[in-house]
C-alpha cells in the first residue's frame, strides 16, 4: 500500500515539506516500509507561480482534495479558518491529519483530538510549537510520572530573532523584523510575533498538553516586543541582563496560569544562552528537577521536520491506534 498524502499551502511550511519528501523519500519508505506519494496540494491563490513538477495536482477547490483517496492531510495554511473546518471534515472521512497551525490548533485542538479519537485516526501537531525542536513529544511521552509545576519558554524565532540581532548587532527593531521574514521566521502578519500572540498560542497548546487545560485567555497577560528599544537593550548588556520575551505556565492552587512578556535575565537563567531563531524550554518538575530543550524555532526545514516525524510516527508500523498519539 502507497501512503497518499495531501498538502494544505505551500508557504514556507508546505515548501519544505514536498521537498523533505522529495530529499528523504527514501528513507521514509524504508521506515514505513512503504511507499509515500504526494497526490495533491490546496492553495488560496491558483495564478502563483510554484516550484512544483507538473504531475503534482494542485487546487484550490478543498473537494479536489477530499474526493481522492488520501490516507494523510498535512495542513499548513494561516489562521482559524477554513483549517479548522478542512480538519474536521478530514478527520471525519477517517484521514490523520498533521498540523502546522498553531492559532488555530490552540482554539480548536481539543475539539480535533476529541474528534480524531472518535474517528480513530491521529493528529500530529508537533510543528506547532517550537518547530522541529521535539518538545511535544517529549513532555507527553517521556514525562508520564513526572509532575510538571512550571515551564517558561522562549517559543517564537521572530521575537528572539529580533531581539538576538539588536543585542549582538545593533540592528534596529525595523531591519531585524525585514530579515526574519526574508528567511520565512515570521507569520504572514508578523504582528503575531513581535505582539506576542504566536507565543500565547504555543503556551496555550503547551498547557493544554501537560495540564489539559488552558488558563481562560483573557487573563493571560501578553506583551510583544514592538516597544523594546535599542536603549533598553544595551543598558540591560551593560547590567550582563538580556531582554527575552519570555512564556511562563504553571500550575497555582490547582488552576493554571500563564504570561507572555519581555523579560530581563542574567546569565545564570537556562534561557540566556538560547539566542537568534532558537527557541528554549525551561520545564521545572517534582522528581527530575529542572531541565531544558532548545532547538530551532522556525523556518522551513526545521518545521518540515516536526511533520516529517509526525508523518512516521503516525504511520510506523509498531504505532497501534489505540495508543494515544500526543
Ligand atoms: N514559517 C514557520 O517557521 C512556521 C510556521 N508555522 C505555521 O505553519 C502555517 C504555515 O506557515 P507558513 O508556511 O510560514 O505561511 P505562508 O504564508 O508562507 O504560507 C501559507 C500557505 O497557505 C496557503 N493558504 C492560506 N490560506 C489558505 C486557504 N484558505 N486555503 C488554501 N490555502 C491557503 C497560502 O496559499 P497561497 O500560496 O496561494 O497564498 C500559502 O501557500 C501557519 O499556520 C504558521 O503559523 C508553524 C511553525 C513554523
Ligand atoms: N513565526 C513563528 C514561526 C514558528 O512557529 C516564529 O517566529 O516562531
Not at 499551502?9 to 515548501?15: A, D, H, I, K, N
Not at 472521512?93 to 480513530?120: C, D, P, S, W
Not at 531591519?175 to 526574508?182: I, R, V
Not at 504566536?198 to 485567555?217: C, H, R
Amino acid at each position: 500500500m502507497t501512503i497518499k498524502i495531501a498538502i494544505l499551502g505551500l508557504g514556507t511550511v508546505g515548501q519544505g515539506v514536498y521537498e523533505t519528501l522529495l530529499s528523504h523519500g527514501q528513507y521514509i519508505s524504508e521506515k514505513l516500509g512503504t511507499d509515500t506519494e504526494l497526490v495533491g496540494v490546496l492553495v488560496n491563490d491558483s495564478s502563483k507561480q510554484r516550484n512544483l513538477p507538473n504531475n503534482i495536482p494542485i487546487t484550490t477547490n478543498y473537494h479536489d482534495i477530499l474526493s481522492k483517496d488520501v490516507d494523510v492531510i498535512i495542513e499548513a495554511t494561516v489562521g482559524d479558518h477554513p483549517a479548522f473546518e478542512y480538519l474536521s471534515q478530514a478527520i471525519e472521512k477517517g484521514i490523520h491529519v498533521i498540523t502546522a497551525n498553531k492559532a488555530m490548533f490552540a482554539r480548536y485542538g481539543k475539539k480535533l483530538k476529541e474528534k480524531a479519537t472518535k474517528n480513530q485516526v491521529h493528529i500530529g501537531y508537533e510543528a506547532t510549537t517550537a518547530s522541529g525542536t521535539p518538545i511535544l513529544r517529549t513532555l507527553k511521552q517521556l514525562l508520564q510520572v513526572n509532575q510538571i509545576e512550571k515551564m517558561e519558554a522562549i517559543l517564537n524565532g521572530t521575537s528572539n530573532y529580533i531581539l538576538t540581532e539588536m543585542t549582538m548587532n545593533h540592528t534596529s527593531f525595523e531591519d531585524a523584523l525585514e530579515q526574519a521574514q526574508e528567511k520565512g521566521y515570521a507569520e504572514a502578519n508578523p504582528s503575531n510575533d513581535v505582539d506576542g500572540h504566536d507565543a500565547f498560542y504555543k503556551s496555550m497548546i503547551l498547557s493544554e498538553l501537560v495540564y489539559g487545560q488552558q488558563p481562560n485567555w483573557e487573563y493571560v497577560y501578553r506583551e510583544g516586543i514592538r516597544e523594546i528599544s535599542n536603549d533598553q537593550i544595551q543598558h540591560a548588556a551593560q547590567r550582563g541582563q538580556k531582554i527575552k520575551h519570555i512564556a511562563t505556565v504553571e500550575m497555582r492552587n490547582g488552576e493554571v496560569a500563564a504570561s507572555i512578556q519581555p523579560m530581563q535575565i542574567n546569565d545564570e537563567h537556562p534561557l540566556y544562552s538560547v539566542d537568534g531563531v532558537n527557541n528554549g524550554i525551561t520545564v521545572h518538575t517534582d522528581i527530575l528537577g529542572t531541565f531544558t530543550l532548545t532547538g530551532p524555532g522556525a523556518g522551513k526545514l526545521p518545521t518540515a521536520s516536526a511533520v516529517i516525524e509526525d508523518l512516521v510516527y503516525v504511520f510506523h508500523k509498531e504505532v497501534k491506534l489505540e495508543k494515544q498519539f500526543i
